[in-house]
């Protein structure tokens, strides 16, 4: 099953910034599908963090940032916090299994 | 506010079927897709198909085709999950989530998740 490619894991101090990449292929990042991003804290669902490739869902802090590129994306935290410690998912529609697909999933980690 | 609140924690015999519900209020339940994402212990997200509450269209991923029944009941604003012949390795939350409504695929409110699991 085709799936989206993330780094295991990413750290950081308090403040820095971290991005989290998401490779994709021509069927689905690079046919053009948006990418969302979801947050999973510790025994929690998911949370939609990012849609449509850069937008903020009402109430998430612009510390989140996301672009898109060719058959790539990222995600972007900015002036980390220690509560920002969870895993997060990218997401995309693929064309050739007329399903949807998640990344491999990034574990972020506050030092 | 939107939310979507799923049925108990499960337990059953590999084999046997399993079926999920969940509960939406807060919004239009016709108006917005379902979909259902399970999760493994440790393992990433995993979509597995998506009903269209307005007239009950279905799509599933290929690796649940023929395992996996999504239904609804409009007068209830209730969605279900069924999965049959299970294994141990369907041990895993199972989520609910709403398709968001302008096409762009994203999943925009999620439930709280059914912790299913298969043992002998």
């Keep these: 099953q ?45 949370k939609l963090l990012i849609y449509g490739n850069s937008n903020r869902p009402s109430g998430v802090p612009d510390r989140f940032s996301g672009s898109k590129s060719g058959t790539s994306a990222s995600l972007a935290i900015s002036g980390l916090q220690a509560e920002d ?4 998912y990218c997401q995309s529609y693929d064309s050739s299994l007329s399903g949807y697909v998640f990344g491999t999933g990034t574990e972020v980690t506050v030092l | 506010q939107v939310q979507l609140v799923q049925s108990g924690a499960e337990v059953k015999k590999p084999g046997a079927s399993v079926k999920v519900s969940c509960k939406a209020s807060g919004h239009i339940f016709s108006s917005y897709a379902i979909h259902w994402v399970r999760q493994a212990p440790g393992q990433r997200l995993e979509w ?53 409504s302008s096409g762009r695929h994203s999943l925009d409110y999620w439930g709280q998740g059914t912790l299913v699991t298969v043992s002998p």
């Design chain 1, 2 to 46: 085709s799936v989206l490619t993330q780094p295991p894991s990413v750290s950081g101090a308090p403040g820095q910034r971290v991005t989290i990449s998401c490779t994709g292929s021509s069927s689905n990042i690079g046919a053009g599908y948006d990418v969302h991003w979801y947050q999973q804290l510790p025994g929690t669902a998911p």
């Design chain 1, 85 to 88: 410690e969870a895993d997060y």
């Design chain 2, 48 to 100: 597995m198909g998506w009903i269209n509450t307005g007239n009950g269209n279905t799509k599933y991923s290929q690796k649940f085709q023929g395992r996996v029944t999504i239904t609804r009941d409009t007068s209830a604003s209730t969605a279900y999950m069924e999965l049959s012949s299970l294994r141990s390795d369907d041990t895993a939350v199972y989520h609910c989530a709403r398709g968001d």
